[in-house]
């Protein structure tokens, strides 16, 4: 409920934001008309845009699996619309000229009779709102969570939370556009089609559609920003992390107090749903797998977290397997390159992993267990009810002595207790698609297009910048020249990017490190340079020690990154 009251705030709020400001101009002269009969075009157009935000999203949600899809496409359609209304109010008396000559007004006369006081007036205001969908919809940090974190885990949810954002922005937009109007409309000049005023509002669309267009919008909003007393985005981001401690609490306390290491009631555990391209095993089905005690891993292969927690599974399925443990791999993809099975066969071979995987692609298994981390485990045992959780790395032989009570053994533990390799202060896991980015300082700010970045020369602990050009997508950035590169001042011992080429060869990223820590590469690096290969982890530094370092990254132009992850 709380995530629902945010949403619609977020969608208030978001007329407020730097990248929505430089467009009320849209907005206002967009609604304003000369004809009594055509109140309605405020409405019209902040529906529309409701409309297209979001359609725009649920193209974002389809496009995760159409990696070569450019977001650039979606600016030049939004650019070119405004560009086309723009050019129709500058020079109105050309375009009714351009109708005669090639003969519509005759052939649609019968139609626009009727089409002029019904449906054909309002063409101008539903495009208008169509083509802004897309820039207003980068605006909001709750729109951006919404996108990255609920609709991959429950589309409907997802759907929910869009709406009540949608409905937000369209009652804010709606007060805005009608006051507007309501102002403007007392001038006679100013509602009249030919008059210098509309003329002057379609050289504003022309110019946004261009700015759009170029990419250049980011710089009006990084001004806007810069001047604004206020920063809305912050409110957002308070709202939204009590909604995430609301649901950690949530999570605590349907956990219960036990004397042994069974940590959550008897539940039935939900059937795997929608899973796919098994690995190691013909499909299986928890029912067929009665009897026998179950751990469900849910695992992607690029993630640090789960590669590291892959020898203890593999160890506890060789151990135990003869013993009725049965092993599911259950590979939920994070990033689009995941949705490959020849990729997730490759790493089931590298990683060594013999216990069954199967793709989880649609989210749908992720899904009906509610899950919401890489690495989770989850124990059912003979009677198919779930008796035990663990979420992320850690609790190893806690989650061995939870396998032997199921099994009803007692043996010597094979896993260790050890801790998750995380130092002091480390720095946090930071992707660089501008769905979840973070951290990020530099010119101009990160939106979803391409441009030509200048780094910033003082970076404190956890922040990265970028120079050279780079094209910005919502899961990636991707060099767009054989000069870019991206430098991070990180705190940690191990250091790990996750990256693709857009080519079929290997690319040559180099890797730079301070004198003092010359020579400390991963174990993926030889001589300062990291070959990009495939789609997956590579791990590009190991300090002796965890501490603050800068790692730079020389970037060459079709090689995509998109996360770094750490470790002590």
């Known amino acids: 409920m709380l995530l629902l009251i945010i949403s619609f705030l977020a969608g208030l709020l978001t007329i407020l934001a730097p990248c929505v400001l430089p467009l009320l101009p849209v907005i206002v002269g967009g609604s304003v008309s000369s004809k009594s009969k055509e109140r309605a075009r405020p409405y019209v157009i902040a529906i529309s845009l409701a409309g297209s935000i979001i359609i725009f999203t649920l193209l974002l949600k389809v496009s995760t699996l159409l ?44 139609l626009l009779g009727k089409g002029e006081r019904n449906k054909g007036k309002y063409a101008g205001p539903i495009l208008i709102g169509v083509a802004l969908g897309p820039v ?86 990084t001004w806007v920003g810069n001047h604004l007393p206020f920063d809305e985005t912050k409110i957002e981001q308070v709202l939204l992390q009590k909604q995430n401690k609301s649901t950690l609490l949530h999570k605590l306390t349907s956990a219960i107090t036990a004397t042994n290491v069974l940590n959550v009631q008897p539940t039935p555990a939900p059937k795997f749903e929608g899973l796919t391209n098994w690995i190691n095993s013909p499909p299986l089905s928890l029912s067929q797998l009665r009897g026998n005690v179950v751990l469900v891993d849910f695992w992607t292969y690029s993630c640090i977290n789960c590669i590291r927690s892959i020898p203890y599974v593999e160890k506890w399925y060789q151990t135990y397997h003869d ?11 994070e990033f689009a390159f995941e949705h490959n099975p020849a990729n997730v066969e490759a790493a089931v071979k590298q990683d060594g992993i013999t216990y069954p995987v199967a793709l989880d692609n649609s989210y749908d298994t992720w ?28 609790n190893y032989s806690t989650t061995e002595k939870a396998i032997q009570e199921l099994l009803g053994i007692n043996q010597p533990l094979q896993t260790p ?26 010119s101009p700010t990160l939106a979803d297009g391409t441009y030509v970045f200048t780094a910033n020369t003082s970076l404190q602990s956890n922040n990265w910048t970028l120079g050279g050009s780079w094209e910005i997508n919502p899961e990636y950035i991707t060099s767009e020249s054989n000069n ?17 080429s857009l080519n079929n060869g290997n690319e040559s990223v180099g890797v730079d490190l301070p004198s003092d820590d010359a020579g400390q590469y991963g174990s993926d690096v030889n001589g300062g340079v990291v070959s990009v290969s495939g789609s997956k982890l590579y791990h590009i530094v190991s300090l002796d020690k965890s501490g603050n370092t800068t790692v730079m990254l020389s970037v060459p132009k079709g090689v995509s990154l998109y996360t770094f992850t750490f470790g002590s």
């Open 136 to 221: 207003f919809a980068s605006c909001s940090p709750t729109y951006a969570f919404i996108l990255a974190s609920v609709l991959p885990h429950s589309f409907l949810s997802g759907l929910i939370y869009l709406a009540a954002y949608s409905i937000g922005l369209v009652l804010a937009l709606l007060l805005l556009s009608l006051a507007g109007r309501k102002i403007v409309s007392k001038f006679a000049w100013a509602v009249d089609t030919h008059s210098i005023f509309r003329r002057f509002v379609g050289v504003i669309f022309v110019i946004i559609g261009i700015a759009i267009i170029a990419g250049q919008e980011v710089k009006i909003e």
């Open 323 to 333: 013993k009725g443990l049965v092993v599911v791999g259950v590979n939920t993809p």
């Open 417 to 442: 207790i050890s801790d998750v390799p995380v130092s002091q202060n480390q720095t946090p896991e930071t992707y660089f698609g501008t769905n979840r980015s973070q951290n990020y300082l530099g």
């Open 67 to 110: 990696v070569d899809l450019s977001p650039n496409v979606l600016n030049y359609i939004s650019g070119s619309i405004l560009i086309a209304l723009g050019v129709v109010a500058i020079a109105p008396e050309v375009w009714e000229k351009f109708i005669i000559v090639l003969n519509w007004q005759a052939a649609s006369q019968r």
């Open 367 to 394: 899904n009906a267990y509610d899950n919401d981390s890489w690495p989770a485990d989850y124990l059912i045992d003979k009677n198919g009810d779930i008796r035990y959780v663990n979420l992320g790395e850690g």
């Open 484 to 500: 870019s590169n991206l430098t991070f001042r990180v705190t940690a011992k191990d250091v790990y990017v996750v990256a693709g």
